[in-house]
Structure formats: C-alpha cells, structure tokens
C-alpha cells in the first residue's frame, strides 16, 4: 500500500505542531491537520482521506457531528478514530455508535498513537477487497488467508499473508524491510531484519523461489 492520507482535527495548535513534527517524513503516513469543524468539513469535501484522526470537543461543534458529516452526508468509508481528553463511558459509546472505528484519550504516548492508526492501516488493506484477488498467475484468497497457484491451496500464517498482500499490490516496488516492519508490526522497533528474513524464506519454501525477488543491498519486491 502507498502512503495513507490522514487528516487530524484539534483545536489545539500545539498539538497539531507536535503531531506534525512526529510524522513528517515518515514512509507510512502523510499527515494534514486543521485546527476547525468548518475548514474540517471543507478539506474533507476537497482532499481524499484514509483516516481521519478527531477530537470530540470544539467551539461550536463536537467530534460526532464529523463523524456523521463523513458517514451521513460524504457516504464516506475511510477510517474515523477519535483523539479526546473526555473521559467519560458515554462518549466512547455514543462516538462507536456513530460510526467511528477507535477511540483514544489523551494525553497519548506519541509511539502509541502511531502504532494504533498502523492497526487501523492493515485494517483498512483488506477493506473493500474482494474475496478473491487474482495477479498473474496467483490468487490471494482474502477469506481464507490463503495463496493459490498452480490449483495448489498454499496455507499462510497471519504475517506472511500480510507480507504477500503488501508486497503484491505494489508489485512494482521494492520495500525495505524497515518499511515491512513499519507497515505490519505494532512493535516495529523490536522487530530485527533478519525476522523478516525468516518469513521471506518460509513463503519462498511454500510458494516457490519466484514468488518474492531480493533486490540486493534494499529489500523485497513481488
């Protein structure tokens, strides 16, 4: 998958700032942010988003009137996860049930928060896949967790699923293994490269050597 599209929405400025700083540059995210319900709904009528990332409390509106600003009027499906300093039971409940996919309190630790949007991400990769996927002469069975080539059903463990559907809808690209950890592992930073060594080799075993080709000295490509 290219980079996901996020846009957050505080009115806290600083925040913004801080946020930005955190994620600029970073190979799995690109990030825009405002600071207002009103440019909010304006960016998001304009500019296509994967997620949105909001608070629940603003001046003269409130988190769940975006929520159904996206789900009601734009009939929109990306992701939709609240950031709050609101505590309380009944907002988290009340934001779920209009929509909103998670939902976060702050203050939240900045590794935390980009680990969760990255669920959110493998969340969004399988939506509006079909059951099947066919590329050359491989079909990647998305119910199943399965590969299929030469009629052979080729069971996959959770992970290298995930590696194969990475690597095969950008079959043109090269990943790092950094971007591999970055894009499939929470706990990216304790992930070593040789792990992803190790399942590339096990998918070689069970697909065949021409599956996955090693770009020396970079990473991996379909």
Same mark, same amino acid.
């Given at each position: ?12 400025d600083? %925040? ?5 700083e ?13 600071n ?7 960016i ?8 949105l990332?909001?608070?629940?409390? %603003?001046?003269?509106?409130?988190g ?14 990306m ?5 709050t300093?609101? &505590?309380?039971?009944?907002s988290q409940?009340?934001?779920l049930?209009?929509?909103a996919?998670d %939902? ?6 900045h ?11 493998r &969340? ?7 059951e ?13 967790f ?11 463990q ?25 894009q499939?592992?929470d ?18 075993s069970?697909?065949g050597?021409?599956f ?9 490509r379909?």
């Open positions: 998958m290219s980079s996901v599209n996020v846009l957050i929405v505080d009115e806290d600083a %925040f913004l700032a801080e946020l930005k955190i994620f600029d540059g970073d190979s799995l995210f690109q990030v825009m942010s405002c207002n319900f009103d440019e909010a709904q304006q998001l009528q304009s500019e296509p988003f994967q997620i990332l909001t608070e629940l409390i %603003f001046a003269n509106h409130d769940v009137e975006l929520i159904d600003y996206v789900r009601k009027q734009l009939k929109s499906d992701l939709v996860a609240v950031l300093g609101v &505590r309380d039971q009944y409940v009340t934001v049930n209009h929509g996919d %939902f976060y309190q702050k203050p939240i630790n590794r935390l928060l980009r680990t969760r949007l990255a669920a959110l991400t &969340r969004l990769r399988y939506q509006a896949k079909g099947i996927k066919e590329i050359g002469d491989v079909q990647i069975d998305y119910e199943r399965l590969v299929i080539r030469n009629e052979s059903k080729i069971e996959l959770k992970k290298e699923f995930e590696i194969v559907d990475l690597l095969a809808n950008s079959p043109d690209k090269v990943f790092t293994r950094e971007e591999i950890k970055k499939l592992w706990d990216f930073d304790e992930v070593r490269n040789r792990t992803i060594d190790v399942h590339i080799r096990k998918l070689r069970k697909l050597d021409d996955i080709h090693t770009i020396k000295g970079v990473g991996y379909f």
